[in-house]
């Protein structure tokens, strides 16, 4: 009998998370899933390390290096169940949340898309804040007119609603995820995010630096998927390489947003500083940086005001 869950992980050179990773999908209180491991051209002993692993459920395979879209789309091919968990190499999940996901289907034979928030931490695993997000469906697909609700490690799909859109857009070698949920949402398809944080997720300076180039990207990956059928030719193969006191300064003002989000006025205000030290120019941390002098409550008005705004 297949599983009712098949979760989806692609490794490059994971040696350090991958058996943190792993652990954390073995110690579920639902049990009743497949681990499909995908090693993508890994130079490093990841596959060492997923080997060690003597647990019947994992399915391992090792590919050429052709990026995570792509394993993902062999992975999904290869899914047996009816449900597709992603979980990436280098984060861990906590222990119910495949149970609350599972319910969540359960519960509403509509939904085709179950996410939850998710902590932010840094490479060693030390929490540095909470992601929160919108719940209902009419107010995720609101966020997505601007940018990605969703972190992509926690999302769990149903695999039919992917079969029916196609799967992974394989021109994109990044930005995939924002790219898939677009597509789900042109063709009317339902989302819920869990107001909880079941999936812990793993933030470096060069995570940080790749995800405001992808951000650049958001405009034209969005009017690429309201092209007719035929016409959406709109491709990422690489991201440039930003310079390390840029790097620096994005880094330090994700440290004072999360600390901000987390009610930290007096430590954000720091990072703010320290962020524009490293880059003077970077307008959005004086705002986040005044913001953070404000009492809490007007803060808090005044980016829901703008989130508001960016939604319209």
């Given amino acids: 009998m297949a599983a009712k869950l098949s ?7 994971s040696s350090e998370t991958i058996e943190r990773a792993i652990t954390s999908i073995l110690d579920q ?3 009743d899933f497949e681990l499909i491991v995908l090693n993508d051209g890994s130079t490093d002993d990841t596959e060492e390390k997923v080997l060690a692993f003597s647990d019947e459920r994992i399915m391992y395979q090792r590919l050429e290096h052709a990026g995570l879209t792509k394993a993902l789309n062999l992975g ?9 968990v992603r979980h990436d190499s280098d984060d861990w999940s906590e222990s119910d949340r495949f149970t609350k996901q ?8 509509d939904l085709s898309l179950v996410a939850s928030w998710h902590n932010v931490v840094d490479d060693e695993g030390r929490y540095l804040g909470l992601k929160s997000t919108a719940a209902d469906d009419e107010s995720l697909k609101a966020m997505m007119r601007w940018r990605n609700p969703f972190c992509h490690g926690s999302v769990a799909v149903r695999k039919s609603a992917l079969e029916t859109v196609g799967g992974y857009n394989e021109q994109l070698l990044f930005s995939q995820d924002y790219d898939l949920w677009l597509r789900m949402a042109a063709r009317g398809m339902k989302f819920a995010c869990i107001a909880e944080p079941l999936y812990n997720y793993s933030i470096t300076p060069d995570s940080i630096a790749k995800g405001w180039l992808k951000l650049s990207y958001a405009k034209n990956i969005r009017q690429n998927v309201l092209r007719l059928e035929g016409e959406q030719s709109f491709s990422v193969n690489e991201l440039p390489v930003l310079g390390s006191r840029r790097k620096d300064s994005l880094w330090y003002h994700a440290l004072g947003s999360l600390a901000l989000d987390d009610g930290k006025r ?3 205000f720091v990072y ?13 941390a004086y705002f986040k940086a005044g913001t953070a002098l404000l009492p809490t409550v007007v803060a808090r008005a005044i ?6 705004l960016l939604e319209s």
Wanted: proline share 2%; net charge positive; charged share 20%.
């Fill in 7 to 13: 979760v989806i992980m692609s490794a490059y050179n």
């Fill in 29 to 31: 209180t639902f049990s």
């Fill in 76 to 84: 999904i091919a290869q899914a047996h169940a009816n449900i597709i």
């Fill in 102 to 109: 599972v319910q969540c289907f359960e519960n509403d034979e």
């Fill in 266 to 268: 007096v430590r954000a």
């Fill in 272 to 284: 703010f500083v320290k962020s524009l030290l490293k880059n003077p120019f970077h307008w959005h």
């Fill in 303 to 308: 980016v829901g005001r703008v989130k508001k």
